[in-house]
């Protein structure tokens, strides 16, 4: 089937009302402090859910700001596609509760576990729906609270994470919206390195018990050094396999929106393929690495703030644990 299949008709983000900065973390105890975290991650603040706040609340308001963008109503949306690493519970998904939220009952709903790479991941589990026709309007979401599973003492771990939610509306490109969609994507993983960035109990092979308040096994355990190596490797081979995909070059992109991980991965990747960083969306400083939502919730500021415009070209890269990385180039 010829490509443009689906496009992005609409998207909407959300994050919980509670700033916390380099310096409150400081505050806190942490043993860490501004200027270190600035110079070696350029993250400046997180926004962290409190009293309310959830997986679910914050996908939900992402996607109706998503639909009313679109102009799709709940009943309208067919398929419900949720990347996360957080759900509020673990049966069943994050993807039935938010369709329960939004009153989607025509849709079929389910979560993609992909970590970072989670969104990416759902679009083009979507675009495949959509080529089928299995789906003709799918709701594709990242969404992260990763605040619970923090170990707050870690300075390791809990300088670079946040909690968010951004959205999308996939649908057929046909009509007026014909040439507009996704132009090409690459989908890659690799499970020999799975535990550099892992959380290692909660599941059925070690569920949670009283062991975890002494091995802390039920947070995210990291090793940086390993995953920023593989992270900047992986994003550039995802960013040349994308444009290869699309019979482009960087110059043909207006804007890159890569994973919100570090700026020092951001900047690697874009000087790899060749795209000066003003055509680079980066927002690390605002949110942290929020994880499946860091790709939405960029590509939704960047349409709000007129950075990403119709008629221009997108290249949309993540990396995440797994490992998992991938890449989309879009049409506007
Ligand atoms: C975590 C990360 C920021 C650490 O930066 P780094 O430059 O690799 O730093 P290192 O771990 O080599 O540590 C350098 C020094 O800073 C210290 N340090 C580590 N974390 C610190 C912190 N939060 N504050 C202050 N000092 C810190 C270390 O102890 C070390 O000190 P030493 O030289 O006296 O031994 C970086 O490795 C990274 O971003 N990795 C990728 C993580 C990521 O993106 N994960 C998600 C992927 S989706």
Redesign the pocket.
């Known amino acids: 089937m010829k490509r443009p299949i689906a496009y992005i008709a609409g998207t909407g983000r959300a994050v919980p009302k509670q700033v916390v900065t380099n310096h409150d973390l400081e505050a806190r105890g942490l043993?860490?402090?501004d200027a270190?975290?600035v110079e070696?991650?350029g993250i400046r603040q997180r926004y962290v859910a409190g009293e309310g706040e959830s997986t679910r609340s914050l996908a939900t308001e992402a996607a109706r700001k998503a639909m009313a963008k679109a102009g799709v109503s709940a009943g309208e949306i067919d398929l419900i596609v949720v990347g996360t690493a957080t759900p509020d519970r673990l049966l069943p998904s994050a993807a039935c509760d938010i369709q329960a939220e939004l009153g989607a009952t025509r849709a079929g709903a389910f979560d993609v576990s992909a970590?970072?790479t989670g969104f990416v991941y759902g679009c083009l589990v979507a675009e495949g729906m959509l080529a089928t026709g299995t789906s003709e309007t799918a709701l594709v979401i990242g969404v992260e609270k990763l605040s619970s599973i923090l170990n707050w003492d870690d300075?390791?771990t809990a300088?670079?994470f946040g909690d968010g939610a951004g959205a999308a509306i996939l649908r057929r490109s046909r009509g007026a919206n014909a040439g507009k969609g996704i132009l090409s994507t690459y989908l890659r993983s690799d499970g020999t390195l799975g535990e550099l960035?892992w959380r290692p109990s909660g599941g059925a092979e070690r569920p949670f018990g009283p062991d975890v308040l002494v091995d802390k096994s039920h947070f995210i355990h990291?090793a940086?050094?390993e995953?920023?190596k593989h992270?900047v490797r992986s994003m550039a081979e995802a960013t040349d396999r994308a444009l290869d995909g699309a019979k482009l070059t960087a110059s043909d992109i207006d804007l890159m929106i890569p994973?919100q991980?570090?700026i020092?991965?951001i900047e690697a990747t874009a000087k790899h393929a060749g795209i000066s960083m003003d055509k680079v969306y980066v927002n690390v400083d605002a949110y942290g690495?929020t994880?499946a939502a860091s790709v939405p919730i960029a590509l939704d500021e960047a349409m709000q703030t007129g950075r990403l415009r119709e008629g221009m070209t997108a290249l949309l890269v993540a990396?995440?644990?797994g490992f998992t990385w991938g890449s989309m180039v879009v049409r506007f």
């Open positions: 043993e860490t402090n270190w975290i070696r991650t970590a970072c300075r390791n300088i670079l960035l990291m940086g050094r995953v920023f992270a994973h991980a570090n020092r991965i690495n994880s990396f995440g644990a």
